[in-house]
């Protein structure tokens, strides 16, 4: 019965916001049903995949679709999801980094490269604090890894007291 109210919410959820199905599916798996992270993050893309083939030709015939900024998306989004699959990074190995390093130093990541530590580096622009606040006042989430700033807070200390043993 649980799966049958999670599935209609995040239905509701994804037709009037367009938000769901990463954001909102893949977490509610793995909480509330104990879902493997892998098999979750590929239930809820199959999920939203069914769902879309209804919402989006209602949104398309309402005209509130903008074919322009679609088509470079997916210019830049198929052969990235076809990398993506190929690979096989599933989202296990993204949060160990089995097989993708972050550093914040692009020296370092040339000298990786440079050495065949690592095969390639991806060097991006910084995020700035007005795109992490415009996201966050959108009620979205950012990738992993996106949002690095300096100085960084010493949050131990501010969230655990210094009198005592740190909770468990």
Not at 10 to 28: E, F, H, K, M, R
Request: neutral net charge; aromatic residues 6%; contains cysteine.
């Amino acid at each position: 019965m649980l799966h049958l109210l999670i599935g209609f919410v995040i239905a509701v959820i994804i037709a009037l916001t367009g938000v769901g199905a990463g954001v909102v599916t893949a977490p509610l798996l793995i909480l509330f049903l104990h879902v493997p992270v892998e098999i979750a993050v590929s239930t809820a893309l199959a999920y939203a995949a069914i769902v879309k083939l209804i919402v989006v030709p209602v949104q398309m015939a309402r005209k509130q679709v903008s074919y322009r900024i679609l088509g470079w998306m997916l210019l830049g989004g198929v052969p990235g999801v076809i990398l993506g699959s190929l690979l096989g990074i599933d989202a296990a190995a993204l949060a160990d980094q089995s097989f993708l390093a972050y550093t914040h130093v692009t020296a370092e990541a040339l000298s990786r490269v440079a050495t065949g530590e690592v095969q390639a580096a991806f060097l991006m622009n910084p995020t700035k604090v007005e795109e992490v606040l415009a996201v966050c006042e959108a009620g979205l989430v950012l990738p992993q890894k996106s949002t690095y700033f300096q100085p960084k807070l010493a949050t131990g200390l501010l969230m655990y007291g210094l009198d005592g043993p740190a909770p468990r």
